[in-house]
């Protein structure tokens, strides 16, 4: 089992690599020789310094980007054989019979206090990978989320097909404007499916249906790239993407099961939590005591 048109991924793929690797301009020392005219000697300073940045960046990329991503969510996705590629484990795992490699691994989900949901990849969510594109996310509630070989036979060679997959929110994501709706969906929502030989990971994209959720809509999300491995939790792959989704819109104490995939389904990523109780009105309240006894030391004065 393959992704159609494998070797143009492939090839497309290592034009991808091969060009992230090798576009970076780098200062050499004969930029910085030169007759440089007198009172240019802090211009120089300058100049010497972003050469030092630049090389600690090319040394060191997105160690300044460490993220705090709270816990790891990620849950089995169900499809897996053996060991490597094909394991069960999520990071450096693709399915069964798909192409392998960094850019194409989904890897995990983390979720923090402050009901951030992140979403980490070596696939590149925002520019996709061999011409196959994001979907979206996907969130069961109620605890009857279909996925895994449970998903067989729901569909295939990217058709609608309704929402036979128990999900009950979709984060429909715009990755040009890296901007997100949520809609409440029910079973009469449809949903893009995607590829006969790995409808284990359908559905893949919202099509259409549901309620719009008011106040989340057109909502920012923060996109990060180049990310080491020390910036993921040690994910492994030397380079990933990580997506960053605010999920207040659920009620404190909601258990969700969270789903993933990308155009052809070559990596399902799958992840389960409860949103904590109490959360924000924690916050609230921390915030509401910091103001009450500001007014009190006022007071006092
Ligand atoms: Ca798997
Ligand atoms: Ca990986
Ligand atoms: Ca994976
Ligand atoms: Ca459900």
């Known amino acids: 089992m393959l992704c159609a048109a494998r070797s143009a991924c ?17 200062l050499t020392g004969d930029d910085m020789k030169g007759n440089y005219k007198k009172g240019e000697g802090e211009m120089k300073k300058v100049m010497t310094a972003l050469a030092i940045g630049l090389v600690a960046l090319a040394t060191f990329p997105g160690s300044a980007l460490a993220l705090d991503l709270g816990q790891n969510i990620t849950i089995p996705d169900l499809v897996g054989s053996g060991s490597g590629w094909a394991g069960a484990q999520e990071d450096q795992e693709v ?16 979720f923090k206090s402050d009901y951030t949901l992140t979403m980490v990849g ?5 520019s996709g990978q061999g011409g196959y594109m994001t979907g979206d996310l996907f969130i069961d509630v109620t605890g009857d ?7 067989n036979g729901s569909g295939s060679g990217n058709t609608i097909v309704n929402n036979v997959f128990g999900y009950d929110y979709v984060l429909d994501l715009d990755m040009a404007t890296l901007t997100y709706d949520v809609y409440a969906i029910d079973n009469d929502s449809l949903f893009s499916v995607y590829y006969s030989q790995n409808d284990e990971s359908n559905p893949w994209r919202y099509s259409r249906g549901g309620d719009a959720v008011q106040g989340w809509q057109d909502v920012k999300f923060d996109y990060q790239t180049g990310l080491a491995d020390g910036d993921v939790a040690g994910l492994a792959g030397g380079t990933h993407n990580a997506a960053v989704f605010s999920f207040a819109f659920l009620p404190s104490g909601t258990e969700f099961i969270s789903h993933y ?38 007071i006092r004065r």
């Open 261 to 298: 995939t990308y155009a052809c389904g070559n990596d399902n990523l799958m992840g389960q939590f409860s949103v904590p109780d109490g959360g924000l009105t924690a916050v609230l309240l921390g915030l509401a005591m910091l103001v009450v006894e500001g007014a009190r030391r006022a």
């Open 95 to 110: 399915e069964p019979g798909c192409l392998t490699g960094q850019q194409w691994d989904m890897e995990g989900f983390f």
């Open 122 to 126: 070596g696939y590149n969510m925002v």
């Open 10 to 26: 492939m090839w497309l793929g290592s034009l991808h690599v091969e060009s992230w690797w090798h576009g970076c301009c780098y």
């Open 145 to 151: 989320a279909v996925y895994g070989p449970s998903a």
